[in-house]
């Protein structure tokens, strides 16, 4: 049983996917423990409730500083000490000290296709307006392995989203969602609850991959 702890910031449409694929048999011998948010009126933790699983905020600006935050993030989640943390919609930087203990345990979910329209800033609406700004033609979602760096880990699974002429940074936002978002987050989680997943010389590796089977 893969024990995983979910954080969010926002509105938890990743969650409700990842929470949806459980109970629908998608992920496989996998238990959210708990959901975590920065954020006490995030929505995510409605969702959380409503499916009876455990919820824990920590709110940066209620602690004296930010070490101290960290501090308290930190002993929350070793205490908790789930297989594999989730990042889905968390907009907290985690703390170094967090990357290193569960190292090679950390996933995240980015609204493009790595490396583009990543790394510092490029969160939210943002990565969205950078890409119709640029023009280009193509931009998706990636889950990858979190490392110290900011999107630099091992890229896990990557879906593409075709932009139209007529998008807007929502429009666009939403459909990355709808089409590979709410896919390959839960994917990837049920790939490495069947421990299919390896990373070897920063690269990840999924056994018996085949893009056209698994993202069709
Ligand atoms: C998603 O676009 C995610 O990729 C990004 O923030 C958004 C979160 O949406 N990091 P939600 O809270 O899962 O609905």
């Known amino acids: 049983m893969l024990n995983i702890a979910v954080l969010v910031s926002g509105g938890g449409t990743n969650l409700q996917a990842i929470i949806d694929a459980i109970d629908n048999g998608k992920i496989s011998d996998t238990k959210i423990c708990m959901v975590f948010s920065n954020n006490r009126n995030a929505y995510a933790l409605e969702r959380a409730k409503k499916h009876g699983i455990k919820t824990e905020v920590l709110v940066p600006a209620e602690f004296e500083n930010r070490s101290a935050f960290n501090d308290a993030f930190y002993e929350l989640l070793v205490s908790e000490n789930p297989d594999l943390i989730v990042l889905a919609g968390c907009l907290v930087v985690i703390p170094e000290k967090i990357v290193k203990a569960f190292s090679g345990r950390i996933i995240n979910i980015h609204p493009s296709l ?12 943002k990565v969205h307006e950078k890409a119709l700004e640029r023009g280009v033609k193509v931009s998706g979602a990636t889950v990858h ?62 056994d018996g991959y085949d893009p056209d089977v698994l993202l069709g």
């Not at 790595?114 to 609406?125: K, N, V």
């Not at 999107?151 to 699974?157: E, K, Q």
Request: proline residues 5%; glycine residues 10%; hydrophobic residues 40%.
């Open 145 to 206: 392995f979190v490392d110290e760096g900011t999107d630099t880990g091992p890229i896990i699974l990557q879906k593409p989203v075709m932009i139209r002429d007529d998008d807007t940074a929502k429009t666009l936002q939403q459909r990355i969602m709808e089409q590979a978002e709410w896919k390959i987050l839960p994917m990837a989680i049920d790939l490495i609850a069947k421990g299919k997943v390896r990373v070897e010389n920063g690269h990840a590796i999924i």
């Open 114 to 125: 790595i490396p583009s329209f990543c790394g510092t800033g490029y969160y939210g609406l």
